[in-house]
């Protein structure tokens, strides 16, 4: 899997001495690296869970991306000690339109124990 890849070494080290929480915002925090579109908000984060939105995703990609958050996440939470990460995902809302392609904001939240 991707995650487990981008997590060898000393990631891999940092998660198992964090929090899920710290691990979950650093990870939004460093999500932007990876795309070039869209940027995300934390709506909040407290033990066990966490709250955000990610705004003007293209909308083509909207599935692709919702799926690739929980895939991704769920292996950075596991690692950072997280149990059985569960998520919950609002339905796309249009935001905007970028080079003529529609964008939608992604609200979701997740939580585990």
């Known amino acids: 899997m991707v995650a487990q890849r981008d997590i060898n070494g000393l990631y891999k ?59 991704y996440s769920s292996s950075v939470l596991e690692l950072a000690g997280a149990k059985s990460p569960r998520y919950k995902f609002g339905p796309p809302k249009r935001d905007g339109e970028v080079g003529g392609i529609e964008t939608v904001t992604l609200r979701f939240e997740v939580s585990w124990s």
């Open 13 to 71: 080290l940092v998660l198992k001495v964090v929090s899920p929480e710290l691990a979950f915002e650093r990870l939004q925090r460093i999500a932007p690296r990876y795309f070039d579109f869209g940027r995300v908000e934390m709506l909040g984060t407290q033990k066990g869970g966490s709250e955000l939105q990610y705004i003007g995703i293209p909308e083509p990609l909207a599935r692709w991306f919702t799926a690739m958050m929980e895939g």
